[in-house]
């Protein structure tokens, strides 16, 4: 199994970046996806989830109303727009898989990618 995170970067504050996720070696399709981000020093934080069936979306209270989760099933891609960025968005991000549990939790996803860094910095 194989998830390619790409698309981090150093941006300043306010900037925008679009996360990709390419997944092999799994049904894309059928499974729900999340992004995951872990800061400098800090644990794992849940950031957003897409449901496989009705595309139904979660995010976490801190990215509300700037992120937007996507997938594009015909590409086996996940995506991760992220706008408004801030300072507190500096972290390593990550695409899973979701296996069971509550949605919003990092614990409920199995397979990870290796993340992409992403640096909010002016």
């Known amino acids: 199994v194989q998830l390619q995170a790409s698309g981090g970067g150093l941006v300043q504050p306010g900037g925008s970046l679009r996360l990709s996720c390419v997944i092999s070696s799994f049904a894309f399709s059928r499974r729900s996806m999340g992004w995951i981000r872990q800061a400098p020093g800090k644990e794992f934080e849940w950031v957003s989830t897409?449901?496989?069936?009705?595309?139904?979306?979660y995010y976490a209270d801190s990215v509300k109303g700037r992120f937007t989760i996507s997938r594009d099933n015909a590409k086996n891609t996940l995506y991760l727009q992220m706008d408004s960025l801030k300072v507190e968005d500096t972290a390593r991000y990550f695409c899973?898989?979701?296996?069971?549990?509550?949605?919003?939790?990092?614990?409920?996803?199995?397979?990870w990618g290796q993340g992409t860094q992403v640096t909010v910095s002016s």
């Open positions: 899973a898989a979701y296996d069971r549990g509550p949605y919003h939790d990092a614990d409920s996803f199995n397979f």
């Open positions: 897409i449901l496989t069936d009705d595309r139904r979306t």
